[in-house]
């Protein structure tokens, strides 16, 4: 795509930092939080679900452009100053949509992050305007856009000056009518093939309907998104705006449990619970951590034991694969910052059991042929 001069592919991905947090790197960022602000207590509530949960980032809507003039279109300046003071309460950062110049006037000084809504994403005037400020702006993808149309739309912020640019995946709009839209997974991919900007996703107004949010975030991890935009609501059944996709605070709960081990096996990661850094809750973490070494040792025990029996007597210890083996693990570590001393005094001892594992089975092996008779 020649006109993505800004936006297009790098040597390096870029990472959005914003007040500590980083999207883009290997940590999933979760922000979560109702589709609008309606109360104060409303949005206490919802930022104390998201950070029990591990949660960095609160949303809530402002000002909400609805398809219907009827429709609840969001509490404004009150409404803003709900969301500011929640998300201060527990140390989040927030997030919040802008419609217009007006809009972006009253929350560029309050909130951290802007968001430009999908059905804005070709408002080429709004986003030259949020290119002209300093702060980091998260762009959904229009309802029936093509990736190029959300890359150039991306390439307008850019090219005004905003480099703080991440791109959000909500859903396009298709023939199937059993979604409120239909999450193209496969854009994530592409989008990051074709781009260096941060990639996100919105399983809410995707799915419309709360029953497919835990599957898709999931499947939105392992297919490569930087991070989750999910709807939540201390009361979804009585919501203004979008009660059917929110999660209710146990279920956002529930859901961010579950994407620590996804995250781990796509090698990226994910803290559930909240970040607090006193001696109980890092020895608590370190337990976690701990029980979670020792599982994916006893699976390489498991495979290493599998490979004995295909291996001959001779076979069985293998320097140059070791050898191999090690020099990888240490130029990883260097990659993750961990000592490459430590990796070289632990791996030969894990070698070593294995080799003697291996032994053991053939050995027992070899003793358990029956030999014909006369043979004794």
Known sequence: MKDLLLAGRKAERSVVEVKGVSIGGREIILMGGPCAVESREQMSQSAKTVKDAGG??????????????????????EGLNYLVQAAKEQDLLCVTEVIDRQS????????DIIQIGARNMQNFELLKTVGSI???????????ATVEEWLLAAEYILASGNQRVILCERGIRTYEPSTRNTLDLSAVGVTKSLSHLPVIVDPSHAAGRRDLISSLSKAAIAAGADGLLIETHPDPDRASSDGPQSLTPEQFMALAQELEPVADSVQRSFTFGRREDTLEALRARIDRIDESLLEKLAERIQVVKRMGDQKRLDQVKDSNRQKEILQRLVALAAELEVPGELVKRI??????????????????????????????
């Open 134 to 144: 300093n702060k980091p702006v998260i762009l959904k993808r229009g309802l029936s």
């Open 104 to 111: 972006l006037d009253l929350v560029v000084d309050k909130v």
């Open 347 to 376: 791996y030969p001892l894990i070698f070593e059991y294995g080799i003697q594992c291996q032994i053991k089975s053939k050995l027992f092996q070899e003793s358990d042929i029956e030999l014909p008779l006369g043979g004794r």
């Open 56 to 77: 960095k980032i609160l949303r809530g809507g402002v000002f909400k452009p609805r398809t219907s003039p009827y429709s609840f279109q969001g509490l404004g300046l």
